[in-house]
């Protein structure tokens, strides 16, 4: 094969045109100033100027997370890599594909506490997948290639390329991206007959089953949501869905139970606890979702279909592991279930569904409207009648406006919901915007956020204005670190240790400081007319909308309680909500 | 069906019953690049799994493969976490239990360093030959003992060295492999 002498400089630039990247979001410094200069001279790689590391990291997640493919980020040495360390982390809990390039210090600089030098590929090797210190230019372009082969098969994840300053200017053999693939990395994605046949005939022998999905379906790609949709369609099993795998059973579909776990459905808890047969498709059993682990749904038999054999048998032992790609585990069913034209017991599928709908009945979102403030669930209700018929992509940050997002917002299509699931990044969801914005420049991209959380990475309304990206932040001002005061209400006395934010700027002002356009809305009679005019506005939007301050978010599981021991909404007085947990339960996250 | 559970890291395991800790010997094998290492430690200490002796080296030199045995313990469930958590490791080729196979062999060295004149020196010498250790250095005063075998027959070597002037030990930690005509898959 022809090579071509390259700096590795332009060896970067020409491995992300061969890999398709379109999007790189980044921030310069000393140690990639090579690459950045790469950058300027070329235009098939857009570069977003972020302004923070962090706030890179997030815009790639949404940017994957909206699109399918992998995210891009570009950082410099020292500081920039180490915050960078948020963003990486966050999507390896999240299983979002992303290849992160860190300039290095060049390397007969590294290990003599140079001026930005931080021992990267030490601080990222627990919060990445896998990653790379390039030491030779020859090798460069093989480990960019291969970097995007481990981001995006199997589990993804993030993947960390260091290239110390010298490497990018030296000059070296390019080679392209065919055929490269890891000499050992051969994740498995397709099942075990054996396991499929075992899972079927379990499935159809079931008298109270239960589908509960999660983040692989969306990861495993559109195929896999479809499958899924079919095989709940000829089964008529109910579908529940993990705070990641939303949208991947449309919420207007006739199975949708909702989300589960902490603050997920009554119907959908109370299910998972009486079922006989679980299937879990590309979800980990977190502890989120379980509640308390010797109580969790305690007399069925349980399907587990994971990319991951780690997650199997993890916290939750399971009858029937199948370690597969979601979409090929549900097709290889979907074509058995045909094969054997199996179906499930009439008379008991009806009698379950009667007891699902008992459970529905209870109406666990039900909460006192007030005509004076808005509350945040009526906010909620409304930002999605009015967005539904649009094509809408939300983003969250971490928080009570979360968990009601969650649970307000109905998601019908998948890659919609972009939120920080496995490790709660406050600040996740203004960036992420960002992201999803950049990938899809005519959609309506709302990050739902909380007035705590979008502090955090509030600096990148200016990336926003600078790359005409219209993103809305619809802000659930309440005052307080919401889930903050809550737990200390449940835990801690009501003795509100620092939960509450003092001195919040002005966001209107703020907004226009920014350059951006600022609503606010303070009652309920304003807030329709407030989230068209956001809705309208063809530029970035800070929306503070003014919510009832001292709201609970129910329903809820207390920590240490099981499913069907449920905190429900409305009616909980105060002191039983500083009575839910006890002292056990007090040890827990 | 969820009685026996032993979940090793949720914040929901709250139930203090121990159940049944196992040692285990597992066979690693690894691409021999610059921070394998610590990726396969990293990973014990990040998850709170525990190191009872860990031995690596080099044994495919042209295809730059080295072969890790390390010998842990916990409880089954956390062990068949700890091997599946291994093999997701990137440049980690396959991982072998040693234990459960059941039809392998453990070995170690250790070098022991005993000082002593009259009675003590003459019984540690003694009870060299009877443990088949080699003497691989000596003056007047002192013996270095070579002892190859299983950790329980070095560490009773030890122990029976201590009274004898027992200055100190340097060991390898285990190796292992398993019996027969198989190979690990590299």
Known sequence: MATVEMTGAEIVLKALQDQGVEHVFGYPGGAVLPIYDEIFQQEKVEHILVRHEQGATHAAEGYARSTGKCGVVLVTSGPGATNAVTGLTDALMDSIPMVCITGQVPTHLIGNDAFQECDTVGITRPCTKHNYLVKDVNDLARILHEAFYVATHGRPGPVVVDIPKDVQFAKGRYVGPKNIEHKTYRPRVKPEQDAIRAAVELIASAKRPILYTGGGVINSGVTASKLLRDFAAMTGIPVTSTLMGLGAYPASGKNWLGMLGMHGMYEANMAMHDCDVMINVGARFDDRITGRLNAFSPNSRKIHIDIDPSSINKTVRVDIPIVADVAHALEDMIRLWKSKSLSLDKKAMDHWWKQIEAWKARDCLRYKKNPDVIMPQYAIERLYALTKDRDTYITTEVGQHQMWAAQFYRFDEPNRWMTSGGLGTMGYGLPAAVGVQQAHPKSLVIDIAGDASVLMTMQEMSTAIQYELPIKIFILNNQYMGMVRQWQQLLHGNRLSHSYTEALPDFVKLAEAYGCVGIRATKPSELDAAIKEMIDTPRPVLFDCRVANLTNCFPMIPSGKAHNEMLMGEDVPDEEVGSAIDAKGKMLV | ?186
């Open chain 2, 1 to 186: 069906m969820n009685a026996q559970l032993q979940p090793s890291g949720s914040a929901y395991f709250i139930d203090t019953a121990k159940p049944l800790v196992e040692t285990h010997a597992l066979a690693v094998i690894v691409d021999n690049e610059p921070g394998v290492l610590a990726r396969v430690i990293g990973l014990f200490s990040g998850r709170g799994y525990n190191i009872d002796s860990l031995t690596v080296s080099e044994t495919q030199h042209e295809k730059h493969v080295s072969r890790i045995t390390i010998v842990t313990s916990g409880t089954p469930g956390v062990i068949e976490q700890i091997k599946n958590q291994l093999e997701r490791l990137v440049p980690v080729h396959s991982v072998a239990d040693l234990t459960v196979s059941g039809n392998s062999i453990t070995r170690e060295l250790a070098m022991v360093k005993v000082a002593g004149t009259g009675e003590k020196r003459v019984e540690a010498l003694r009870l060299a030959e009877a443990f088949r250790a080699r003497v691989i250095d000596a003056s007047t005063a002192s013996f270095i003992f070579e002892i190859t075998g299983k950790t329980d027959k070095v560490e009773q070597f030890i122990t029976l060295m201590v009274p004898l002037g027992l200055v100190e030990v340097a060991r390898t930690g285990v190796a292992g492999i398993t019996r027969g005509a198989e190979g690990m898959k590299v």
